[in-house]
């Protein structure tokens, strides 16, 4: 606490030099970064008159609203998006191309916070953030307070707890549902700290009751009160992940189910963002809002309405590639596997035949390019040494070490069914709207429709608190 206090000071004496000699928005005591799975500004729109006045309303009122954000790559999922908000980068960079991927070693479908050497507190998973390539902001304010700032993340999933707090974070904090208790890793802790494990014991059947983002919120405000959050100069940094993802049944999603979750998370932000505000002070705390970036949808029945769809085999049209290749270079082995729209080479046994393994891409693009349903396929060479704009999306998520040595893009409305590892899903291109929103310390009022990216929170968060940006974050800050 001695060394905290020193770096308070020196902080303290640094902001009040500043603002002596120009005018400028104050450095917060406390950041928190919240990240809603799925939202959407169609429905948060949509759904407007039901809300309070202090939760969606307050920020888009009084808060810096960037009405058009996206991220600058594709696929996107929970992780990948969490991710790229912590680091300021894409995929093909920090390295957590989504949830999961293949190993390329084993072939075996592994997590991406999978970490044998930590044990789990309260769960028997093994988990540590080993697999993000790069610095995060979070890291970025320990490496500057010199371990003084207090930094933790909570989420329901492991997977956003655990990128959402980064390498260095005091914790990261999920539920483990079949214990209803929230959980960690000996990473982070050598044993529970007590106030976690207090809070378990005493709020156990309200852990239960499977309002995930009142929970989240009721562990944030415990949280901020046990560590003392935001009770000195040094920035200390807060990451949340919010649901609103509604489960769709029967291929229909439940309109009523919707507004109900959109309206509890209306009264979950209204919440946290009005209790900090009273503790911390709301010229002392900054807030940022934004989506992951996708949504789950009910399946459409494209043939019913005459539009173009299909179904892309890919295991079949795997094996006939393996049998192209086999004619060609004599038979054997060469795809080893696939996972979702990705075909992975065995890349050794190629090279021990004297096999060119450009060629063999080559040859391996021409014909799948020929496959009914195929938009593009882009083999790892054109990806890691193209600049085509068409592929930046998809070069902006590829990372070699995670991803297979072909993907295939089918066109929009086909679907892709992997029967022996039932994988299936609808390809599709369109971009899902949501906000990005700052709100609290030294923010002014402003609504901007220029479309920005979500890589460019990671440095307006590191300007704001007057550090630097993550390690392999180039974009410039928004303000």
Not at 13 to 22: L, R, T
Not at 69 to 77: E, L
Request: hydrophobic residues 40%; negative net charge.
């Amino acid at each position: 606490m001695i060394n905290k206090y020193i770096t308070a000071t020196i902080l303290a004496v640094v902001a009040g030099g500043v603002a002596g000699a120009q005018v400028s928005r104050p450095v917060p005591r406390l950041v928190v970064n919240i990240a809603i799975d799925q939202l959407r500004s169609d429905y948060v729109e949509a759904f407007m008159p039901s809300y309070g006045n202090d939760g969606f309303k307050k920020l888009l009122q009084q808060g810096v609203v960037y009405c058009n954000a996206q991220y600058t790559f594709a696929p996107v999922d929970r992780a990948s998006s969490i991710a790229s908000i912590m680091t300021g980068t894409s995929p093909s960079n920090n390295g957590i191309t989504g949830f999961t991927w293949l190993d390329k070693g084993s072939l075996v479908q592994v997590d991406c916070v999978d970490d044998h050497d930590y044990e789990g507190i309260f769960t028997d998973e093994r988990t540590s953030p080993k697999n993000i390539a790069t610095t995060t902001v979070n890291d970025e304010l320990k490496i500057a307070s010199d371990g003084a700032a207090i930094v933790y993340s909570i989420a329901i999933d492991r997977d956003a707890a655990v990128i959402g707090g980064g390498h260095a974070a005091d914790g990261a904090l999920w539920f483990n549902e079949g214990a209803s208790c929230w959980c960690s890793s000996k990473y982070y802790f050598k044993r529970a700290p007590k106030w976690l494990e207090s809070y378990n014991l005493t709020n156990i059947n309200m852990l239960a009751d499977g309002n995930d983002n009142a929970n989240i919120t009721d562990l944030a405000l415990h949280c901020i009160e046990s560590t003392g959050m935001g009770a000195d100069y040094v920035t200390d940094m807060l990451s949340l992940t919010y649901d609103a993802k509604v489960p769709i049944k029967d291929e229909k999603l439940d309109k009523e189910k919707l507004l109900d979750k959109y309206v509890r998370i209306d009264k979950e932000l209204d919440r946290l963002t009005s209790t900090i505000e009273s503790r911390v002070g709301k010229s002392n705390v900054l807030f940022i809002i934004t989506s992951t970036g996708y949504c789950d949808e009910a399946e459409v029945d494209y043939k019913k309405y005459r539009i173009p769809n299909g179904t892309f085999r890919m295991d079949r049209n795997a094996n006939l590639l393996n049998m192209y290749l086999g004619a060609i270079y004599g038979q054997d082995k060469y795809v080893e596997s696939c996972f979702y729209n990705q075909l992975f080479l065995n890349i050794r046994q190629i090279e021990q035949k004297r096999i060119n393994t450009s060629e063999l891409l080559s040859r391996a693009q021409t014909f799948l390019m020929q496959l009914s349903g195929v938009g593009n396929v882009f083999t790892s060479k054109n990806l890691l040494l193209s600049g085509d704009k068409n592929s930046s999306r998809l070069r902006n998520w590829f990372y070699p070490n995670n991803c297979g040595d072909i993907i295939i893009e089918l066109l929009p409305g086909w679907q892709l069914l992997n029967e022996e590892k039932f994988h299936q899903y609808t390809s599709k291109e369109s971009l899902m709207p949501f906000p990005l929103i700052f709100y609290g310390a030294g923010i002014t009022a402003k609504e901007i429709s220029t479309p920005v990216t979500v890589d460019r929170i990671a440095p307006t968060v590191a300007k704001s608190v007057r550090i630097r940006a993550p390690n392999a974050c180039s974009v410039a800050p928004l303000y």
